[in-house]
Each structure stands twice: as C-alpha cells, then as structure tokens.
C-alpha cells in the first residue's frame, strides 16, 4: 500500500485548525473531538496499516470540516445576538439621542458584519462582530461616565444654590441669584433636549457661579464686619478720649470752690 504521505496528515491538522480558530471547542466540541481522535488513530496505524490510516484520515477531516461549519453557523448566530443585545443596551441608555453620530457609527458594525457572513467572508465577519461589539462596549463605558459626570454638576449646582438660600447668600450680592437661575435653567433646557455638550457646559458655568455667590457673601459679609468692627473702635476711642478730657477738667461751685 501506497505510505500516507505528510501532505495528508497537514491536510487534517488544517482542517482541525481552522475549526478551533472559528470556536469549535465551543460550537461543536463532539465534531471536534472526533476529528482529533481520528487524527491521533491514522498517525498510529500511518505506518503499519496505510489503507486504515488513510480512512481514519478522511473520517477525521470530515469531522473537522463539520465541525467548521457548525461552528460558522453557531458562531454567527452568537454573534448577531450578542451584537443585538448591546445595541439594546445603548437604546435602553438612549446613546441614539444623546450621542447619535456615534451611535450609528458603533452599531454600524452590525451591517457590515452580517453582510461579510452573506458574502461568505467569515474570517472578515467574525472579525468586524467582534469590532462593533468593542465599539458599542466602548460608547457605553464613554456615555456611562459623561452622564454621571453631568448630573454631578447638577447636583453640586443644586446643592450649592440650597446653601446660598439658607445663609440669604443672595441678599448680600441679589445680582447673582439670576446668573445662577438662568445658568442652570439652561442647564436643564439643554439636559432634557439631550444636547450633552451643552448640558456639560452650563451645568459646569452653574456651579461655579453658585461657588461665586457663596464667595463673594462672605466677602461681602466680612468687609462689612471689619467695617463695624472699625466704627466701634472709633467710638471706644471717642469715648475714651471723651472721658479723660472730662476727668482732667475742674469745676468751681456757687461759692468759687473748686469742685471735681
């Protein structure tokens, strides 16, 4: 009998390979392991038997290539559900609307993926899947943490402008009361029209305008403390010196006696 020759052994290790590098372990471990006891049978029996080697051969390729393609057809499966699933969670975080061009070009993969798997480019489908999945992961992280960034300026800015309402911040330096308004009205405009950017930008300018009003209150409040404080000191002088003018003083009575 004609020796199995290197070729045909390389041509099932192929077939193996390109089934593990698309998941079989995964998708069809039974196919896989069959192609690889079939492989380990034909190399046993390679020199001592050709005719049975080759047969244990090509049951093991046939193995590997079913292996293969289940995998292909699972895989895309999990893919596209998996793919499905994260665009899901960026509608659910509404990252159409507030991030829009973004959002389409991250879910953008979806198509592209599945129109390489219908053109039979499974290497290049798999590859832009797991692409998009990345791409919505990443928009998601990114969103996650530009909203709670948001709200934090919000939530400082309504903090701030409780405490400028409880210590009559807003007495002492009224102007400020309409710049803070106005800032975070806008913020909240800007908030519920989804426009991210711009709700950043005047939450941020509301806060620090509330930081302002606190600020300039105390500023105000301790220069007219020191003002009082100096008037005072003025009077005590006064007094003082009033006092000791009347004590160094003499008075003479009725009779010309001098009296203190």
Do not use: C, H
Not at 41 to 60: F, M, S, V
Not at 126 to 148: F, I
Not at 163 to 185: F, G, M
Request: proline share 2%.
């Amino acid at each position: 009998a004609v020796a199995v020759s290197d070729a045909e052994v390389e041509a099932v290790r192929g077939a193996i390979a390109r089934a593990r590098e698309f998941d079989a372990e995964l998708y069809d471990p039974a196919n896989l392991a069959a192609a690889k006891a079939g492989l380990d049978k034909g190399l046993a029996a390679r020199t001592a038997d050709p005719a049975a080697a080759r047969a244990a051969l090509a049951d093991a390729k046939a193995a590997a290539d079913l292996a293969y393609e289940n995998s292909i057809v699972l895989g895309a499966e999990d893919l596209g559900r998996r793919m499905e699933e994260s665009r899901q969670r960026l509608l659910a975080a509404q990252a159409d609307q507030w991030l829009p061009e973004e959002y389409e070009s991250a879910v953008g993969g979806i198509a592209e993926s599945t129109d390489l798997y219908g053109r039979a480019d499974y290497a290049g489908a798999r590859a832009r899947a797991y692409q998009a999945l990345k791409d919505m992961a990443d928009l998601s992280s990114r969103l996650d943490e530009r909203l709670r960034w948001v709200r934090m300026l919000r939530s400082d800015t309504e903090q701030l402008m409780a405490e400028a309402e409880a210590t009559d911040a807003y007495a002492v330096v009224p102007a400020q009361k309409d710049k803070v308004a106005a800032l975070y009205t806008k913020g909240v405009e800007d908030w519920q029209a989804f426009r991210l950017d711009d709700a950043e930008e005047s939450f941020g300018a509301a806060r620090e305008a509330a930081r302002d009003t606190l600020r300039l209150a105390r500023e105000a409040r301790s220069g007219q403390s020191a003002i009082a404080q100096q008037k005072a000191e003025e009077l005590k002088a006064k007094a003082e010196a009033a006092l000791k003018e009347a004590a160094g003083l003499t008075v003479a009575n009725d009779e010309g006696e001098v009296v203190v």
